[in-house]
């Protein structure tokens, strides 16, 4: 018997989005012809496990995503997404749930 995986849901759209979102580190903001847009923009997107952890073979899904610089990105990957949570007072899972919200994602299990 073969157990059959969940397919994570992609969401390209949603990933643009966060493109145009802050750090959830550094979280700057500068003005730019009169309008606010972030000193560091994303550029990048970590896929974090949220509260229901990661098993071996499984990727999340695009909308537990959040939008990070690629210094603080590096970092998450080098000292672990604990100890970056730890360090910025920060909780990735509630970052994740802002970001959906603020963006109209929503899942199922929410």
């Not at 157990?3 to 145009?20: A, H, S």
């Not at 229901?52 to 999340?60: F, I, L, N, S, T």
């Not at 690629?70 to 802002?98: Q, R, S, T, W």
């Amino acid at each position: 018997m073969t157990l059959q995986k969940n397919k994570p849901i992609r969401d390209r759209e949603y990933l643009k989005l966060l493109d145009d979102e802050p750090c959830c580190c550094c979280y700057q903001w500068v003005t730019v012809d009169n309008r606010a847009v972030p000193r560091y923009p994303a550029g990048g997107i970590h896929h974090h496990y949220g509260k229901r952890g990661k098993g071996v073979g499984q990727k999340c899904d695009d909308r537990e995503c959040v939008p990070i610089c690629l210094k603080h990105h590096n970092e998450i990957h080098a000292k672990g997404p604990f100890e970056i949570e730890k360090k910025y007072c920060i909780d990735l899972y509630e970052v994740g749930l802002y970001y959906r919200n603020k963006h109209g994602r929503k899942f199922e299990y929410e």
